[in-house]
């Protein structure tokens, strides 16, 4: 009997047990975990999409340009599409600006005393274009210019042309030395005291006039200049002669 006992007893405890799972099964918490996961508010799909990658670049539309980008075009700098140049890649003839450099106006007064003596007077030389340059002999740009200018001189000299440098305030035997050096064959005048570049604005050395046979200033220009230019400048004082480089 006592052993009838004892297993009713245990069989009385596993349903008691079994009873008690069941309860807490149903009606306590929920100790499994949860269907979703909070990541910022985000289910496990919205995770997933979020770190999904970027679509490849062949399928991301490419941006249209801006309307600032394409309104600076200019459609005359563009190449056309049979590749012939572009009707701007010529420049037209650069036209002189009035009042600049005199131009437009009379030749200020230059008389001035010439290297290896005598005097040199622009009032003089009218009826003939003169080409004058206002220089220095430490500037480079003088000194690369002088030869091409000897080389103008020569062959537009049956057309009426008189060259003339200024050499600014500098010693006869400095500027003797440097127009030995570069061979020009054209006069050079000593404004020795600065009165005639004062006179002229020629402030910036070396700048160039051109002016044809009545006296008017017809153009002007800071050196540095090439031989194009050079030539431009100078048919506008050689009227009917064709100037080249």
């Known amino acids: 009997m006592s052993k009838v006992a004892v297993v009713i007893g245990l069989l009385a405890g596993i349903a008691t047990a079994g009873l008690l799972l069941v309860a807490l099964y149903t009606f306590g918490p929920d100790l499994a975990p949860p269907l979703t996961t909070d990541v910022g508010g985000a289910s496990p799909t919205q995770v997933r999409a979020s770190a999904s990658p970027a679509p490849s670049p062949s399928r ?3 941006a249209a340009p801006s309307a600032s980008v ?3 075009a200019e459609p005359s700098d563009a190449i056309p599409s049979d590749g012939s140049p572009s009707p701007r890649a010529t420049l037209p003839p650069r036209s002189p600006i009035p009042g600049l450099f005199h131009v437009g106006q009379p030749a200020p007064k230059l008389v001035l005393p010439l290297l290896g003596g005598g005097t040199i007077d622009l009032a003089k030389l009218k ?3 003169v080409w004058v340059n ?6 480079p740009p ?3 210019e002088f030869p091409i200018m000897s080389g103008f001189q020569a062959r537009y000299a049956d057309a009426g042309l008189v060259v003339l440098a200024v050499d600014v305030r500098e010693d006869t035997e400095t500027v003797q030395s440097f127009v030995g050096s570069t061979g020009a064959t054209f006069d050079v005048a000593l404004d020795e005291t600065g009165a005639a570049q004062k006179a002229w604005g020629a402030v910036a050395l070396p700048v160039h ?3 044809d046979a009545k006296g008017i200033v017809r153009d002007g220009a800071l050196g540095g200049i090439g031989p194009d230019q050079m030539a431009q400048s ?3 004082i050689l009227p009917g002669v064709t100037v080249t480089p």
């Open 70 to 72: 394409t309104a600076s």
């Open 134 to 139: 206002f220089m220095g002999t430490y500037c």
């Open 60 to 62: 991301v539309p490419s």
């Open 127 to 129: 009826g003939k274009p």
């Open 209 to 211: 006039y051109w002016i």
């Open 142 to 144: 003088c000194r690369d």
């Open 234 to 236: 100078l048919s506008l």
